[in-house]
């Protein structure tokens, strides 16, 4: 039977064994979580619900209740096991705010995370045997086999330059990483400035035809009041939405510098150690190796933890990206999805849409009847400021897009579009005397057509933005962005999130693995040398037992 001294010393090297295998066990099991999440992302059915929300929408409307309760996101790919919930599978879909979803997302990592909490136990535990060993019990085994030599040296060098690779496919993948992801929050944030920028501009067309000039004889008083209310709905809205913006742009370059930083200092750092504990260990320095032991120790427990962490974060970006997919596809009702990139409150909009249109008819309509009855009439006696001398061919109206019901209305033959209104008037104005008379052939004064063609500029602006409001309406933009995202940058994203994870789970398996090769090396390294001076003309790798 084994004695006690014996177990103690042999127990240090029975765990080092035990954990090599647990690190191989969990690198190929971590990598098979990626493969599934692979095949989930290739084979996952189409969702028919996709939750859609403007503003601060409610969660239910009605008429939508039951259909809305059936809405998930990523069903196929957020169906995980929740520790919350005792290991039952998750089924609620794609929800940030959902701690269940949390929990599932993490359990997804739990094999790095339990690899780490063993790493750490086992090898302290095998430390403080050792020293108990070292110290407790003097008697010691020296011998040297070739094999166990050759082997260590040869492994050594392999799990050496696994680290370095994996430092390599660290450094390259978070360089990469960030890149995809700076370009991806540039877009977003994009995105919401091009509609800041757009409400500011209708904002200001609709401020504007209000200080036409003559907007009592155009625009009745309900409109004026009418076109006050939705400025101010308007600023709020832009406002909002700009400072929303700008706070999680902030937020999220600083978590982005801030991961940038800890995994160039990671790769960096376990690429160091690789290497000097090799050399350490080639050149027989056993105490520098045993303090650099110690060291890594620490550092690759802590690795496992990033690894973890990042493993987390690169299936909740691929979770992500498929639920802005189907949410794109399928708009329905308010989801978490509105924590990404709001709406616009649908009450602001529809009414901004309707004030856009009724303001462009109203100018429209009104410049039309001082054309028709001013500007075209012939009046026998001049009597400014209706009668002016106006004389020539008559001025062509404007084409109102719109009808009385604010539906589309096609041109009449003979009138002129809103985009060159201004030019082809040109050609209709006279020169005027000190009276304000004309002197020549035409029938538009000067400043008549200065100010009708900055009413047909502010009517001109609310029509250009009119498709803009209704895209605000249904959220277009929105889900024209999550589409530009899914499309354009989710495949970056999810590729080098999984480069950043698996140079993680590479240097750490290899620097740890490597650690355990120092000790392996470094004892048949003495073991030779000590050999080599008891008995110099025998090499053989009997185990001889010596006093210490």
Request: glycine share 6%; net charge neutral; proline share 3%.
């Amino acid at each position: 039977m084994m004695n006690t001294s014996s177990f103690i010393s042999k127990a240090p090297q029975l765990i080092f064994w035990i954990i090599s295998i647990i690190l191989l066990v969990s690198l190929v099991h971590a990598e098979s979580l990626t493969i599934h999440i692979h095949v989930n992302d290739v084979t996952r059915l189409k969702c028919d619900a996709v939750a859609y929300g403007v503003g601060k929408r409610s969660l239910l409307q009605e008429g939508s209740n039951v259909q809305s309760s059936s809405l998930i996101l990523a069903s196929q790919e957020t169906h995980r096991k929740d520790p919350l919930d005792s290991f039952n599978y998750y089924t609620d879909g794609w929800n940030i705010s959902n701690k269940h979803y949390i929990g599932s997302l993490a359990y997804s990592a739990a094999p790095l995370f339990l690899t780490s909490g063993i790493w750490f136990v086992g090898v302290g535990l095998s430390m403080v045997l050792s020293c108990v060993s070292c110290f407790c019990y003097r008697q010691r085994r020296y011998g040297y086999s070739k094999s166990a030599y050759a082997c260590s040296v040869i492994f050594l060098i392999l799990f050496t330059t696994a680290a370095i690779i994996g430092a390599v496919v660290l450094f390259t993948g978070q360089g990469k990483f960030h890149a995809s992801t700076t370009d991806t929050l540039d877009y977003v944030v994009g995105q919401a400035d091009s509609v800041v920028k757009n409400l500011k501009n209708v904002s200001a067309y609709l401020t504007a035809s209000k200080q036409a000039g003559i907007n009592k004889l155009l625009l009745p008083p309900q409109v004026l009041s009418s076109i006050d209310n939705v400025v101010l709905m308007m600023d709020y809205s832009a406002t909002t939405l700009e400072t929303v913006t700008v706070e999680n742009k902030e937020d999220i370059e600083n978590v982005l510098e801030t991961g940038r930083h800890i995994f160039i200092v990671v790769a960096a750092l376990m690429l160091v150690l690789a290497l000097i504990g090799f050399l350490f260990s080639i050149f027989g320095l056993q105490f520098l190796v045993y303090i650099l032991i110690f060291v890594t120790w620490i550092l690759v427990a802590g690795t496992f933890i990033l690894s973890g962490v990042f493993l987390l974060f690169h299936n909740a970006t691929g979770d992500t990206c498929i639920a802005m997919d189907e949410w794109g596809k399928n708009p329905r009702v308010h989801t978490a999805l509105d924590d990404i990139l709001p709406c616009i409150d649908p009450a602001t909009a529809k009414q901004s849409l309707s004030e856009s249109k009724d303001v462009a008819f109203q100018l429209i309509q009104g410049v039309n009847e001082i054309i028709i009855n001013i500007s075209n009439a012939d009046f026998p006696i001049i009597s400014p400021p209706l009668a002016y001398n106006q004389s020539g061919s008559p001025v062509p109206t404007i084409c109102n897009p719109f009808n009385k019901d604010m539906t589309e209305r096609k041109c009449v033959t003979g009138q002129v579009d809103l985009s060159n209104a201004t030019e082809v008037w040109k050609n209709y104005v006279c020169q005027v005397s000190l009276f304000d008379v004309c002197i020549t052939v035409g029938r538009l004064r000067p400043s008549m057509y200065e100010h009708m063609a900055s009413i047909v500029n502010v009517s001109y602006g609310l029509y250009h933005y009119g498709p803009f409001l209704t895209d605000l309406v249904d959220c277009t933009y929105v889900r024209e962005t999550f589409s530009g995202i899914y499309k354009d940058h989710c495949p970056d994203l999810k590729k080098y999130s999984k480069w950043v994870y698996i140079g993680l789970l590479m240097v750490s398996s290899a620097v740890a693995l490597s650690m355990i090769l120092w000790v392996l090396y470094a004892r048949e390294k003495h073991n030779r040398k000590y050999t080599r001076l008891v008995d110099p003309a025998s090499h053989v790798s009997n185990v001889e037992e010596k006093g210490p």
